[in-house]
């Protein structure tokens, strides 16, 4: 017996509703259950004591940057993380502190890709500050410390307002589920004793040592 076209387009109209796309997997929910203000606390002491543990002696000026006391890393945008323009910082960090930021770019990629959605990157907007770095801050952010753990190199800062889109496309993931995803990746890290984490509410960052 001959299907009449019409009876064709029906069944196959039919078949492509019912049936999944092939090869197209359903973006699930990233749903961060803790509290960033109480998860992220860890205070300025903590900081401190691993910064002077693992940094280098605090630079005065720019000008010392190649004289640290220990060997620094430079930092720059790569395939795991964005680095921002720096107006106060110099893009430097000890080993251990550049290693730990290879691995929060890294296993941020990693969970979107877990669940399924577009995939963004990290954004970095202060690593590694001198005396003079911190005093012209100071001018413009009067809860600027001098007795800052950035300036041992072990610390950076990661924006949880921004993010860098790795490939383009009409899919988006919001910025609030973006920083659950973050929240996820460094309190795994804070847990395992990988580093020390505070949640800055006004300056919009994560503030992260390397322990």
């Known amino acids: 017996m001959k299907i009449k076209p019409f009876v064709w387009l ?7 509703l019912l049936t999944p796309s092939c090869g197209k997997k359903e973006t699930r929910q990233i749903h961060y259950k803790g ?3 109480k998860d992220f606390n860890d205070l300025n002491p903590l900081h401190l004591e691993a910064a002077k543990r693992l940094g280098i002696t605090p630079l005065s000026s720019r000008k ?11 930092i720059e945008t790569n395939k795991n993380y964005e680095v921002e323009k720096l107006t106060h910082s110099i893009p430097y960090l ?3 502190a550049a ?9 941020f990629i990693d969970l979107l890709k877990s669940h399924n959605a577009p995939l963004y990157k ?10 003079d770095d911190i005093k012209r801050l100071q001018t413009t952010n009067i809860n600027s410390s001098s007795n800052s753990a950035h300036l041992y190199g072990t610390t950076f800062d990661i924006t949880w307002k921004r993010y860098k889109k790795i490939k383009k496309g009409k899919q988006k993931v919001s910025d609030e589920e973006l920083k659950m995803a973050l ?13 020390y ?15």
């Open 35 to 37: 509290s960033y203000n």
């Open 94 to 96: 000890v080993p251990e």
């Open 122 to 131: 990290v954004k970095v907007t202060s690593v590694t500050r001198t005396a």
């Open 183 to 195: 929240a996820m990746v460094l309190r795994d890290l804070q847990k395992q004793g990988k580093c």
């Open 10 to 16: 029906i069944l196959c109209l039919s078949w492509m």
């Open 197 to 211: 984490v505070k949640h800055e509410k006004k300056q919009g960052c994560f503030h992260i040592t390397v322990r």
């Open 99 to 107: 290693e730990l930021l290879e691995t929060i770019g890294k296993n």
């Open 64 to 74: 010392e940057a190649k004289k640290a006391s220990r060997k620094m890393v430079e």
